[in-house]
């Protein structure tokens, strides 16, 4: 039984990468569960079990928006942009952090490269961070 399987039209989730969404189409015989539509825009695929259907993600991305605790997650404002240098240096050395579009910080290797790229290409130099020490 999968975590989507009696999804309904209309209900609101929040998707690790773009934030808050709402439920627009459920698929019964299709690989894809349900669309989710996002409030800046995107529609994507989901699988039964919340897996998206782009990039090559393996695990679960999108949750009800009442079943998730986000004081779990790093939604902290930078201190200091880097320049563009540093986001070299600190991405090579893996120290490298960028804010998804829901406003969560994640590790840069952990992303798509493209979505990396663009950030830099458009000068987008305050969705990154040093990584902190644990």
């Known amino acids: 039984m999968g975590y989507f399987e009696n999804a309904k039209e209309g209900e609101k989730v929040f998707g690790m990468v773009f934030g808050l969404g709402e439920i627009v189409n459920v698929y019964e015989e299709s ?6 539509k ?11 079990e919340g897996i998206p259907g782009w990039y ?9 928006k009442k079943d998730i605790d986000l004081t779990e997650f790093d939604f902290g404002a930078i201190t200091k942009v ?4 540093k986001i070299i240096k600190f991405r090579e050395k893996k120290r490298l952090e960028v804010r998804l ?10 992303q798509s490269k493209k979505y ?5 290409e458009e000068g ?3 969705l990154f961070r040093k990584k ?3």
């Open 132 to 134: 902190e020490k644990e």
């Open 101 to 110: 579009p829901s406003g969560i910080w994640t590790a840069c290797n952990k």
């Open 124 to 126: 987008n130099y305050h």
């Open 116 to 120: 990396v790229e663009e950030m830099l």
């Open 31 to 36: 690989h894809y569960k349900i669309m989710v």
């Open 56 to 64: 090559n993600f393996k695990e679960q991305t999108l949750f009800y």
């Open 82 to 85: 880097l320049s563009p240098k």
């Open 38 to 48: 996002f409030k800046n825009g995107y529609e994507v695929p989901y699988t039964e």
